[in-house]
């Protein structure tokens, strides 16, 4: 076991040598001993599966609240049935492991079973699709900042990341945000890099593959330097933290938002200026030691997000640059179920062509040609939470 994870590991570390921790020892200040942790080779092997050539991540991790809002947007109750028909819909959704690696679900739908009876990680596992669960507890107000917000759910997490491992999960997500038109205050800033690193470590040491969302949000009316600028910042921080945490980059996962103008700014840029933008600040900020970049929509039409992510994908990247959509995947979904069960066969039918769509896009191959005037809309939510 010593001997398959050294060379496992050293093929990610070029020619450093490492060590398992219990025999880890310092011969002289020249050397620097590496930890080896207990799950590590399971982690790179799992960052990899997600990462891998023409997929990304369905996000349907929407908190009970928030889901809520999603069927009443139809005109359905927000009740644990429906929450559970809307899951069982997409994660059954025939052939979408093709497109699809990874699914992020609620606390809730991680214990959920179909109509027959089996589990929906099972559900998710029989396509090759990881499954993942959210952990954070959601923002709240931060005392003495600018209006601004925290991710609170340290408390307990290693015990949770524990129970979710054995329930079948193998990755992790925790959203932390900033807000550009509050600053963001150097306090804000501080709490969501430090706050992603430890998370990650824990789920680490749990097993799970830690996703890490410091997300800019759309929010305001600044151009796309000042997000650069913003961004640019709370990346360095961020990785600066987990790599104090001694958090293994190589069973990692990045959930960035894109570079782009503000919501109230006026202005839309290019798909070109925006990958621009985005690919020089990964380039300056992510390790290439990261497997993927799995970005986040934030609020951007559907048409937006694909457009975008396929003009990253015009030149090779040193990581798998892919995507990890909610609303951008799940839009039309909802709007073709309208909760009728004579809908369910569309629907699934949407959720196949957005993910398809997106998939394109992670190769580089993205058309639009074929696209309605739906898939434009916008799917921005002021102060968006999950």
Same mark, same amino acid.
């Given at each position: 076991?010593?001997?398959?994870?050294?060379?496992?590991?050293?093929?990610?570390?070029?020619?450093?040598?490492?060590?398992?921790?219990?025999?880890?020892?310092?011969?002289?200040?020249?050397?620097?001993?590496?930890?080896?942790?207990?799950?590590?080779?399971?982690?790179?092997?799992?960052?990899?599966?997600?990462?891998?050539?023409?997929?990304?991540?369905?996000?349907?991790?929407?908190?009970?609240?928030?889901?809520?809002?999603?069927?009443?947007?139809?005109?359905?109750?927000?009740?644990?049935?429906?929450?559970?028909?809307?899951?069982?819909?997409?994660?059954?959704?025939?052939?979408?492991?093709?497109?699809?690696?990874?699914?992020?679900?609620?606390?809730?739908?991680?214990?959920?079973?179909?109509?027959?009876?089996?589990?929906?990680?099972?559900?998710? %596992?029989? @396509?090759?699709?990881?499954?993942?669960?959210?952990?954070?507890?959601?923002?709240?107000?931060?005392?003495?900042? #600018?209006?601004?917000?925290?991710?609170?759910?340290?408390?307990?997490?290693?015990?949770?990341?524990?129970?979710?491992?054995?329930?079948?999960?193998?990755?992790?997500?925790?959203?932390?945000?900033?807000?550009?038109?509050?600053?963001?205050?150097?306090?804000?800033?501080?709490?969501?890099?430090?706050?992603?690193?430890?998370?990650?470590?824990?789920?680490?040491?749990?097993?799970?593959?830690?996703?890490?969302?410091?997300?800019?949000?759309?929010?305001?009316?600044?151009?796309?330097?000042?997000?650069?600028?913003?961004?640019?910042?709370?990346?360095?921080?961020?990785?600066?933290?987990?790599?104090?945490?001694?958090?293994?980059?190589?069973?990692?996962?990045?959930?960035?938002?894109?570079?782009?103008?503000?919501?109230?700014?006026? %202005?839309?840029?290019?798909?070109?200026?925006?990958? %621009?933008?985005?690919?020089?600040?990964?380039?300056?900020?992510?390790?290439?030691?990261?497997?993927?970049?799995?970005?986040?929509?934030?609020?951007?039409?559907?048409?937006?997000?694909?457009?975008?992510?396929?003009?990253?994908? @015009?030149?090779? #990247?040193?990581?798998?640059?892919?995507?990890?959509?909610?609303?951008?995947?799940? #839009?039309?979904?909802?709007?073709?179920?309208?909760?009728?069960?004579?809908?369910?066969?569309?629907?699934?039918?949407?959720?196949?062509?957005?993910?398809?769509?997106?998939?394109?896009?992670?190769?580089?191959?993205?058309?639009?040609?074929?696209?309605?005037?739906?898939?434009?809309?916008?799917?921005?939510?002021?102060?968006?939470?999950?």
């Amino acid at each position: 076991m010593v001997a398959t994870m050294l060379a496992q590991t050293s093929s990610f570390l070029g020619t450093k040598t490492v060590v398992p921790q219990k025999q880890a020892r310092v011969a002289n200040r020249g050397v620097v001993a590496v930890r080896a942790g207990a799950y590590d080779e399971e982690l790179i092997q799992t960052a990899n599966t997600i990462a891998s050539p023409g997929r990304g991540i369905l996000a349907m991790d929407e908190s009970n609240g928030t889901c809520g809002k999603r069927l009443d947007s139809i005109g359905m109750e927000n009740t644990e049935d429906n929450r559970k028909a809307y899951r069982e819909l997409l994660v059954s959704t025939p052939g979408l492991g093709k497109y699809i690696s990874g699914a992020i679900m609620f606390e809730e739908t991680l214990y959920q079973s179909d109509k027959s009876g089996k589990k929906f990680t099972d559900v998710l %596992k029989s @396509q090759n699709i990881v499954p993942g669960i959210k952990v954070d507890k959601g923002l709240v107000p931060m005392p003495g900042s #600018n209006g601004e917000s925290w991710c609170q759910g340290l408390d307990g997490l290693e015990q949770r990341c524990a129970e979710y491992y054995k329930q079948g999960a193998r990755f992790a997500k925790w959203r932390s945000v900033v807000s550009i038109p509050a600053g963001p205050s150097k306090l804000a800033a501080m709490d969501c890099a430090y706050g992603l690193a430890r998370y990650a470590a824990i789920a680490q040491s749990a097993g799970l593959v830690p996703i890490v969302e410091p997300e800019v949000l759309l929010d305001g009316d600044h151009d796309i330097q000042r997000t650069a600028e913003v961004a640019e910042e709370i990346w360095a921080a961020t990785f600066k933290y987990l790599a104090d945490n001694k958090v293994l980059f190589e069973g990692m996962l990045l959930k960035p938002s894109m570079v782009t103008p503000g919501a109230d700014s006026g %202005k839309k840029e290019s798909p070109e200026t925006v990958a %621009k933008y985005t690919l020089n600040l990964l380039k300056r900020r992510v390790p290439p030691a990261v497997p993927g970049i799995m970005f986040l929509s934030g609020g951007q039409s559907e048409l937006e997000a694909t457009l975008n992510l396929n003009a990253m994908n @015009q030149s090779p #990247n040193p990581w798998h640059v892919s995507f990890s959509y909610a609303r951008a995947l799940q #839009n039309s979904v909802l709007k073709t179920w309208k909760g009728e069960e004579a809908n369910w066969g569309a629907a699934q039918e949407a959720l196949i062509k957005r993910a398809a769509a997106n998939s394109a896009a992670q190769q580089g191959k993205y058309d639009s040609s074929q696209e309605d005037k739906a898939a434009g809309e916008s799917t921005y939510e002021k102060g968006y939470v999950y």
